[in-house]
């Protein structure tokens, strides 16, 4: 294994757009905020566009640029991938990665099938190298003051999570078919892009699921092929119109372990909702809610507070006492999205350095793989299905 007990942990990303620029960004930034016990430096980025990644190399500060990532993974020094591109790739890239003994740090959701995703995570194994999926909102201060006051049994045994993830950027019928929206590069819709996410969030705050029953709705069926993309967005053929296959919005209801019930829905026709990633569990003692439109922000309910102080209170994450209290501002100084990322990268050298893989790894990026599958299954048979991992 490659990079442990090194001071610096010099970063190969492959892929520089939207995440690109949020993992730069965390690279950046992370040994600023913590005091990190190795470094990451920003070594090379790698596309297949000449010029755009030496533009992006300069714009981000990357030491050095690739154009192919067979290269990049082959470099003496290089210690860690890290995989932004299109889902089509994830599996190919970080199983060589791994197999070139390098430690990989990969997007969600972790592959296109729970075939790859085993595949990647029998990699990362086998080749005994450190592995994370970046299902950043678990270290929101909100979610990770959540994860306590859960595992302080403050709220009790828990009887529901009711997940939704809604999104409205694609709802104009002439938005154009970008890669988020082409089932051979996404894998799926909102789906795989949001639903993962609540997984995640579900899998880290609840327990594990067991069943589930969904459905999956494509409302515009044909949409104008993409000319030129750019960031999430892309520009559309006057002339080109290809069939949509995959879900605008998939929805399901799940059998946690422990006995909870979940309903989760993710869409990207939610009009008005640009990214609200939220959710609400209910307990026996009391209940949690949560936006990442007002991250900073936990509303938390307790059954034994006062009966005439009864109800929701919210309450704002950043004070000394909560998670990351201290590592950014003083309280209420709010932190924003990118923090989300910062943290993970914290949390990815401390793994490093460590030598563990921490959550969320390979493992919890499989596992969220298996939900999803589970669900597509139920919404083509129509019926309960069972969630496995096939480990
Ligand atoms: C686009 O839907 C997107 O950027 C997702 O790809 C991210 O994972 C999510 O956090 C925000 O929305």
């Known amino acids: 294994m490659v990079g442990v007990n090194q001071k610096d942990i010099r970063v190969g990303m492959v892929g520089y757009k939207f995440m690109g620029k949020a993992h730069s960004n965390a690279y950046q930034n992370a040994p600023f905020f913590f005091d990190l016990p190795v470094k990451p430096v920003k070594q090379a980025i790698c596309g297949r566009n000449a010029e755009g990644v030496k533009e992006a190399a300069d714009k981000m500060g990357w030491k050095s640029y690739e154009t192919d990532w067979r290269t990049l993974i082959n470099r003496e020094d290089i210690d860690l991938i890290d995989i932004v591109t299109p889902n089509n790739n994830h599996a190919e890239i970080a199983i060589a990665a791994a197999e070139a003994g390098k430690h990989v740090y990969c997007e969600k959701p972790l592959a296109l099938t729970i075939e790859e995703s085993a595949q990647m995570l029998e990699a990362v194994q086998k080749n005994n190298v450190i592995h994370m999926v970046n ?18 049994g403050k709220i009790g045994r828990i009887y529901h999570m009711r997940a939704l993830y809604l999104q409205d950027w694609i709802m104009d019928p002439d938005f ?3 890669w988020r929206l082409e089932k ?6 909102a789906h795989g892009d949001l639903a993962a996410h609540s997984i995640d969030l579900a899998r880290f705050l609840v327990g594990e699921i067991d069943e589930v029953s969904g459905m999956m709705k494509t409302f515009i069926k044909k949409r104008p092929a993409v000319a030129d993309s750019s960031g999430l967005s892309g520009k ?25 019930a979940g309903t989760f829905e993710a869409t990207r026709f939610a009009g ?16 949690i809610k949560w936006n990442a439109e007002s991250m900073n922000e936990l509303e938390v309910y307790f059954a034994d507070d006062d009966p005439s102080l009864q109800g929701f209170k919210k309450i704002n994450v950043t004070e000394e006492v909560h998670p990351y209290g201290g590592v950014y501002w ?6 924003g999205y990118e923090h989300t990322f910062h943290n993970l990268i914290a949390e990815l050298m401390k793994g490093i350095e460590q030598g563990v893989s921490l959550s ?32």
């Open 135 to 152: 299902f950043n909102y678990r270290f929101a201060p909100a979610i990770q003051f959540a994860k306590k006051l859960i595992s302080e």
């Open 176 to 178: 154009p078919l970008v």
């Open 272 to 287: 008005g909702n640009r990214n609200s990633n939220q959710f609400e569990i209910n307990g026996e003692k009391g209940s």
């Open 330 to 335: 003083p309280s209420a100084h709010i932190i």
């Open 360 to 391: 969320p790894t390979f493992y919890d990026g499989h596992a969220a793989q298996a939900i999803l599958t589970a669900v597509e299954k139920s919404a083509r048979s129509r019926r309960w299905e069972k969630v496995d991992t096939y480990l």
């Open 184 to 189: 051979s590069i996404s894998g799926s819709g």
């Open 236 to 260: 559309a053929s006057a002339t080109e119109f290809r069939d949509v296959e995959v879900d605008d919005a998939s929805i399901f209801i799940a059998s946690f372990q422990n006995g909870a």
